[in-house]
């Protein structure tokens, strides 16, 4: 079964930085698109930032929601089939169960991805 374990969340002061991490097990073929979201009570999960094949080889392209550009950084260790999402300058409206999406081919001749999402990590920034 592939699974999708995440970590690194907690408890921050504003101003402050965390570093999230998502990995995958299991048997499968390849990942593409890889992608952080995060829902606040009350509110949507949305999308904060996502990382994915480049038009130039081995270039990826990374996109981010504006609230967060300039803070968080997405990124991917494709040897260790890892994501994390570096956050900094953390601020209170960051407050926020995060979830890693990976979409996911489970074999070689899979004609579609599959996705597939973390657990949730809470983050919580307050003074």
């Known amino acids: 079964q592939v699974q999708l374990v995440e970590s690194g969340g907690g408890l921050v002061q504003p101003g402050g930085s965390l570093r999230l991490s998502c990995a995958v097990s299991g048997s499968f073929f390849g990942i593409s698109d890889m992608a952080w979201y995060r829902q606040a009570p009350g509110q949507e999960r949305g999308l904060v930032a996502s990382?994915?094949?480049?038009?130039?080889?081995?270039?990826?392209?990374?996109n981010y929601v504006d609230s967060v550009k300039g803070r968080f950084t997405i990124s991917r260790d494709n040897a260790k089939n890892t994501m994390y999402l570096q956050m900094n300058n953390l601020k209170p409206e960051d407050t926020a169960v995060y979830f890693c999406?990976?979409?996911?081919?489970?074999?070689?001749?899979?004609?579609?991805?599959?996705?597939?999402w973390g657990q949730g990590t809470q983050v919580t920034v307050s003074s």
């Open positions: 999406n990976f979409q996911i081919f489970r074999g070689r001749w899979s004609l579609t991805s599959e996705s597939y």
């Open positions: 990382i994915t094949p480049g038009r130039r080889n081995n270039y990826v392209s990374t």
